[in-house]
């Protein structure tokens, strides 16, 4: 079992940045990355960014490229995600999630084992 806790979200205006957390915890030697996604209202929940734990490789979705940043604690065992120039369109519930293999390219959502509760991220105009 592996418990995941993110944080770091709130209420930003447009064209600020933020920087969420994601705490793992528990069966931590399964993980091979962690990838983050976000579900905005009424939409299906869709791939932001994943990065493996050992080397670091990292992988994000287009429309993340150049303004998202992944990164991990190997120490810490958290994984974060660097927000910047954040637009209304980002509005979301940001999850964290585990994935026990590869390939770091992975975006389905059912190939990720567990995932946190969310943090909502609003970004106002």
């Known amino acids: 079992q592996v418990q995941l806790v993110e944080s770091g979200g709130g209420l930003v205006q447009a064209g600020g940045s933020l920087r969420l957390s994601c705490a793992a915890s528990g069966r931590t030697f399964s993980r091979y990355a962690m990838g983050w996604f976000r579900q905005a209202p009424g939409k299906e929940r869709e791939f932001v960014a994943a990065i493996t734990w050992t080397f670091g490789t990292t992988y994000y979705a287009d429309s993340g490229r150049g303004r998202f940043t992944i990164s991990r604690d190997n120490a810490k065992n958290t994984v974060y995600l660097q927000m910047n120039s954040l637009k209304p369109e980002h509005t979301a519930v940001y999850y964290c999630?585990?994935?026990?293999?590869?390939?770091?390219?992975?975006?389905?959502?059912?190939?990720?084992?567990?995932w946190g509760q969310g943090t909502q991220v609003t970004v106002s105009s």
């Open positions: 999630a585990s994935n026990p293999r590869p390939p770091v390219q992975e975006v389905r959502a059912q190939a990720y084992e567990y």
